[in-house]
């Protein structure tokens, strides 16, 4: 069982920074691809950031420029970095792993966990 926890969500000014992390915890073997999702009041959840274990990063076309998405494997942890914050960037922004475990009974298997979201309002 693995369990995904974010933190630094809040209100901020436009133009404003937020820095979101996600910390994992519990058995997991290996991380792979570590992203952020969000999903705003009557729209669909989309991929805001993604980074492979690798390094490898990918973004939506409307935060490029403004948010950095990082990792530090040590910590099982990934951030999102959101810089000159707009309006419309207000939801509440998911994390999601995709992790590799191990069991004595089914052997190495993947896995793909959420967390429980935190809200992001950015608004004078």
């Known amino acids: 069982q693995v369990q995904l926890v974010e933190s630094g969500g809040g209100l901020v000014q436009p133009g404003g920074s937020l820095r979101l992390s996600c910390a994992a915890s519990?058995?997991?073997?290996?991380?792979?691809?570590m992203a952020w999702y969000r999903q705003a009041p009557g729209k669909q959840r989309e991929l805001v950031a993604a980074?492979?274990?690798?390094?490898?990063?990918n973004y939506v076309d409307s935060v490029k420029g403004r948010f950095t998405i990082s990792r530090v494997n040590a910590k099982k942890t990934v951030y999102l970095q959101m810089n000159s914050l707009k309006p419309e960037d207000t939801a509440v922004y998911y994390c999601?792993?995709?992790?590799?475990?191990?069991?004595?009974?089914?052997?190495?298997?993947?896995?793909?966990?959420w967390g429980q979201g935190t809200q992001v309002t950015v608004s004078s």
């Open positions: 999601n792993a995709d992790v590799g475990l191990y069991s004595s009974g089914r052997g190495y298997y993947t896995n793909d966990y």
């Open positions: 980074i492979t274990s690798g390094g490898s990063t």
């Open positions: 519990g058995s997991s073997f290996n991380i792979n691809t």
